[in-house]
């Protein structure tokens, strides 16, 4: 279930630029900093890239947490490095974190991750008055494992308080992944990312999966999937677009019928567009 996250944004049109590298402290909201493996946690894998934008302030500036995918066992911050200056340059006023966490394997199985991005956010809300950012308009942003972690933070914590979240391609229904698989190999993912089955600790299932926390306080949703996607099928997205639906949840679907697990090209251009109109109508 290893993403396509790679070559998903390594084929961004969107022009780079260098960023540009500050010390942490003193912070003038003037100027723009970038801070890298700023830690959240006392693992080295809990740790973040943070990017701040000139003229910033408490009031008016937003945040976009990035969140990597690769099977929750795979995948680094690194996925979205390479683009960072194209955000930049689409979103200006926003800061950008740039999330890492730690991995399911050697014994580090889930919920641990989603412990880490509860971890990583409230950092970035205990420290919203030294950044300069306003606290409670947070955006995740995540890719398939990424997609999950973003959606399961947004629905099931009310704290930090997330103002929209933006999925692509992200499991949001383990239980139905583990009992009416697309592919054998499935089953044999989750339990080694739970370290069980729905037999061991079907709770555990359910406690992992958005839709089990879709109320009508959701933050607006927008989610994006290829119709082809043989990593995880769009019954995925369209129950979540569902249960967003009958809750009354502002909400976007966006399928691309010929897309497969990650595009490129004019439509990921069309998606970077239906972001920015997106977050202007819910995230003014």
Known sequence: MKTLLAAFFLMSILPSCDSRSQSAAPLSPSAPYTITDASYGSDTAQRMDVYLPAGRSAQATKSLVLIHGGSWNGGSKADFSSQIAAFRKRMPGYAIFNLEYRLANNGTVFPAQENDIRKALSFIADRAAGYDINARQLVLLGASAGGHLALLQAYKYGTPRIAAVIDFFGPTELLAMYERPW????????????????AGNRDLYLQSSPVSF????????????????????????RSLAARLESAGVPHQLVVYPAERHGWY???????????????ERHVP
């Open 183 to 198: 592919h054998p190999l499935v089953p044999v993912a989750l339990q080694m990312i739970t370290g069980t089955t729905p």
């Open 214 to 237: 879709v109320t009508p306080q959701a933050p607006p949703t927008l989610i994006f999937h290829g119709g082809k996607d043989p990593v995880v099928d769009i019954s995925q997205s």
């Open 265 to 279: 090209g004019a439509t990921l251009t069309g998606s970077f567009d239906t972001i920015e109109t997106f977050l």
